[in-house]
T-cell receptor, first 116, second 113 residues
Framework: AQTVTQSQPEMSVQEAETVTLSCTYD???????LFWYKQPPSRQMILVIR??????QNATENRFSVNFQKAAKSFSLKISDSQLGDTAMYFC?????????????FGKGTKLSVKP | NAGVTQTPKFQVLKTGQSMTLQCAQD?????MSWYRQDPGMGLRLIHY???????DQGEVPNGYNVSRSTTEDFPLRLLSAAPSQTSVYFC????????????FGPGTRLTVL
């Protein structure tokens, strides 16, 4: 069974600084996706970034980038130039797509606070 | 497109009562799923469906029933609510292949007294 582990329950960062959220996963599959979702106080689940396992290049979306280490099964999220609006819960998620239904499996989340 | 809609947004039940959480999507998505979110636990899959007439259990299915009579709707039924079912419930949908991304509804906060 696949598992996703986020070892940092809470983090804080000063506005305009950079912060990295950690995520590790366990799987024996080769075909999968990894995701970071943001959940602000509004409760809406927002897709931040997605990484295909077969791609060696790390995904980036504006101020958000990932460090994908496939051999180490590590998938960290870096937020540059942190903004007050980045304050939210962040969830790492895994999805296997090779011969399975492709259900999302979530980590327990990291609560990020951006301080002015 | 309204996307994925969930009703109600908030609900309070007494132990033993039954209710149905509604989920609908207007994107003609084949795959739909229900998650519950508890503090410190992330989102856990309750049930999912890969198309009308087809449903299957996720990680935490006990106490919940689902059916999928149409492509658009995927209701979640609590037959006899328990305090342990106090949670926030999310519905999600996507096209049929796992490669496609999920779209989430706004969630329903349920409290069982």
């Amino acid at each position: 069974a696949q598992t996703v582990t986020q070892s940092q329950p809470e983090m804080s960062v000063q506005e305009a600084e950079t912060v990295t959220l950690s995520c590790t996963y366990d799987t024996s599959e080769n075909n999968y996706y990894l995701f970071w979702y943001k959940q602000p106080p509004s409760r809406q689940m927002i897709l931040v970034i997605r990484q295909e396992a077969y791609k060696q290049q790390n995904a980036t979306e504006n101020r958000f980038s990932v460090n994908f280490q496939k051999a180490a099964k590590s998938f960290s999220l870096k937020i540059s130039d942190s903004q007050l609006g980045d304050t939210a819960m962040y969830f790492c998620a895994f999805k296997n797509y090779g011969g399975s239904q492709g259900n999302l499996i979530f980590g327990k989340g990291t609560k990020l606070s951006v301080k002015p | 497109n309204a996307g994925v809609t969930q009703t109600p947004k908030f609900q309070v039940l007494k132990t033993g009562q039954s209710m149905t959480l509604q989920c609908a999507q207007d994107m003609n998505h084949e795959y739909m799923s229900w998650y519950r979110q508890d503090p410190g636990m992330g989102l856990r899959l309750i049930h999912y469906s890969v198309g009308a007439g087809i449903t299957d259990q996720g990680e935490v299915p006990n106490g919940y029933n689902v059916s999928r009579s149409t492509t658009e709707d995927f209701p979640l039924r609590l037959l006899s609510a328990a305090p342990s079912q106090t949670s926030v419930y999310f519905c999600a949908s996507r096209r049929g292949t796992p490669i496609d991304r999920e779209f989430f509804g706004p969630g329903t906060r349920l409290t069982v007294l």
